[in-house]
Structure formats: C-alpha cells, structure tokens
C-alpha cells in the first residue's frame, strides 16, 4: 500500500499558470508585472489609471500657472 501526494504536481501547475499568465501581459501592463510592482493584470491596470490622474492633476495645475 502506498500513499501519493498531489500537492506538489498542485503547486507546479498553478506556479506554470500563474508564469504564463504573467508572460501573456504584453506591454506596460507586463512590464509592471514582471518588475513586481503588481502581482496580476488588474493590479497593473489600477495602477497605470493612478499614474494617469497624476499625470493629468500636474498637466492642469502647470498649465494653469
């Protein structure tokens, strides 16, 4: 009688998805995501949309000035 763990094939599968998934982002949503700064696509786009209304805040208040 002998006794089989699944845990490990388990972690290697979602580890290969999660890998995947990162390496199907192209562009600066992938960038973001291979640097570590966020750890999935949405993260990423939340991010970018924050950049963006900083971005826009700076370019009104230079423009008004």
């Known amino acids: 009688m002998s006794v089989e763990f ?6 290697n599968r ?3 998805q999660n890998a995947n998934r990162a ?3 192209s562009g600066l949503t992938g960038w973001i995501i291979k640097k570590g700064i966020a750890k999935d696509e949405s993260g990423a786009n939340t991010i970018m949309i924050i950049v ?3 971005c826009f805040t700076l370019a009104i208040f230079f423009a008004l000035r």
């Open 52 to 54: 963006m209304i900083i």
């Open 23 to 25: 390496s199907a982002s």
């Open 6 to 11: 699944n845990e490990e094939k388990d972690f």
């Open 14 to 16: 979602s580890y290969t």
